[in-house]
């Protein structure tokens, strides 16, 4: 009993150790989103494709990924193609182009090809402000109800669509 | 005089034009102003993880200082708009975290430890004391003292030992 008592604070140091250790390894920038559950947020806005034409909430159907986006997104670029492959593999994606240019906007549709079901106009980011978008790409996961089931920041390539995304979409679409 | 007042006027001038250019949100009150910039010190911005929303340069710190300044001019409280930005970006765009069964450990943690170690250094010293007052020979248990008495009687008679 008493040898216990005296190995006490050797395991209570370990065990403090071993919290902060794991503490090393994650990551600071990952901040869940505070939407998760939630129906995606109410907005009235233009079309980026085609002009005097608004959209609704109402108009992004799920299950599909919203993807946030804009030209000024080097990222973005990046992810483009991917998006490309994921809609001709017949995911159904939605674009909201974030604090953006609309010609601009146009022209990188027209120049790397358009991959989106629609693509609404957040030149304020007021609905980014709404849907908690804190730089892009950022892309939501919605379901039939348009409740938004997860949320993926940064890069969407071909592994993190494997390994994160996929399976969630599947799952969505079977529902 | 009269130059050093000129100067002086220019110079106070030139003060005012620098501190609109950084400031460009018009307040109704000095409280209203205060309560802006307590917010804007308080809250994190989403981007750039160690600067709060009045720091930091990024564009979406920039939207949130505005969106701060529309709730304010709006009559919205404190407690809605530090709700609003909650709802949207998590309880991670506060500095001070709300105490719930998630944080608990956080906000009770370092107390917990500090009162274990005062706890053990507690003992520690009534041990000591309780010991320390107890003359020595008492400690001792009956083999122990036919042991010292022997010892004892060794050293008397200048024997080598044993």
């Excluded at chain 1, 390894?25 to 129906?39: M, Q, R, V």
């Excluded at chain 2, 309560?35 to 990024?58: G, V």
Aim: charged content about 25%.
């Amino acid at each position: 009993m008493k040898r216990l008592i005296l190995l006490l604070p050797l395991a209570i140091f370990l065990g403090i150790a071993v919290f902060l250790y794991r503490g090393l390894f994650l990551d600071p920038a990952e901040l869940p989103s505070a939407l998760i559950g939630k129906p995606l947020p109410a907005f009235s806005l233009p079309s980026v494709d085609e002009p005097g034409r608004t959209f609704t909430v109402a108009d992004l159907k799920g299950p599909a990924l919203v993807n946030v986006w804009a030209t000024w997104c080097v990222a973005c670029k990046v992810e483009h193609p991917v998006l490309n492959d994921l809609a001709g593999r017949g995911v159904t994606l939605y674009g909201v182009n974030y604090k953006d240019d609309t010609a601009a906007a146009q022209k990188w549709l027209k120049e790397f090809h358009n991959p989106y079901r629609l693509n609404v106009s957040d030149t304020q980011g007021t609905l980014g402000l709404d849907l908690g978008v804190y730089g892009a790409p950022e892309t939501f996961l919605i379901d039939k109800h348009g409740v938004i089931r997860h949320k993926y920041v940064g890069v969407i390539d071909e592994r993190v669509w494997r390994e994160q995304i996929a399976a969630l979409y599947q799952g969505l679409v079977d529902e | 005089m009269r130059r050093l007042l000129i100067v002086l006027l220019l110079g106070i001038g030139l003060a005012g034009g620098a501190r609109a250019a950084i400031d460009t949100y018009t307040f109704s009150s000095d409280a209203e102003r205060e309560r802006f910039h307590d917010l804007t010190k308080e809250l994190r911005c989403p981007k750039c993880q160690n600067q709060d929303i009045a720091d930091s340069n990024a564009p979406i710190a920039a939207d949130l200082r505005r969106e701060i300044h529309r709730m304010l001019q709006d009559g919205q409280s404190d407690q809605q708009i530090v709700d609003y930005l909650v709802a949207r970006y998590g309880d991670f765009v506060r500095y001070k975290p709300p105490l719930n069964a998630r944080t608990a450990l956080l906000w009770y943690g370092p107390a917990g430890l500090l009162l274990g170690g005062l706890l053990v250094l507690g003992v520690i010293v009534v041990r000591r004391r309780r010991v320390e007052r107890t003359p020595s020979a008492a400690r001792l248990d009956d083999d122990e003292r036919a042991r010292l008495a022997a010892l004892l009687a060794h050293e008397e008679r200048d024997t080598p030992y044993p």
